[in-house]
């Protein structure tokens, strides 16, 4: 997937609602082929490499198990293991150490 094919969606209520739900300040979260974002606006989200890492991580996971298999999967692993210990979650969080180490 190209970056420019990539729709960033700030204001997101998606994104808000994930806010909402992780009592954090600002969420970035792809659903399909769009990053939607709360509390953060689209300059410093992409000045943020580790970041748009992640979630370009979790971009190709829609992309390779389609998107509502690829949500049923996230929902499954979440239940089983929760967020942080989430297999998706692990491996974008590994993009982003990837990213750190070249």
Same mark, same amino acid.
């Given at each position: 997937?190209?970056?420019?094919?990539?729709?960033?969606?700030?204001?997101?209520?998606? @994104?808000? =609602?994930?806010?909402?739900? =992780?009592?954090?300040?600002?969420? @970035? &979260?792809?659903?399909? *082929?769009?990053?939607?974002?709360?509390?953060?606006? *689209?300059?410093?989200?992409?000045?943020? $490499?580790?970041?748009? @890492?992640?979630?370009?991580?979790?971009? $190709? $996971?829609? *992309? *390779? %198990?389609?998107?509502?298999?690829?949500?049923?999967? %996230?929902?499954?692993?979440? &239940?089983?293991?929760? %967020?942080?210990?989430?297999?998706?979650?692990?491996?974008?969080?590994? @993009?982003?150490?990837? =990213?750190?180490?070249?």
């Amino acid at each position: 997937m190209k970056f420019n094919e990539i729709k960033i969606v700030e204001n997101s209520w998606f @994104a808000r =609602l994930a806010r909402l739900v =992780l009592r954090t300040d600002n969420v @970035a &979260m792809v659903l399909g *082929k769009a990053i939607h974002l709360s509390g953060v606006k *689209k300059e410093a989200f992409l000045r943020n $490499q580790a970041w748009v @890492a992640h979630e370009h991580c979790h971009l $190709q $996971q829609f *992309k *390779k %198990y389609g998107f509502f298999r690829f949500l049923w999967l %996230y929902l499954i692993e979440s &239940m089983k293991v929760g %967020y942080y210990h989430n297999k998706f979650e692990v491996e974008a969080r590994l @993009a982003e150490k990837t =990213l750190d180490a070249k």
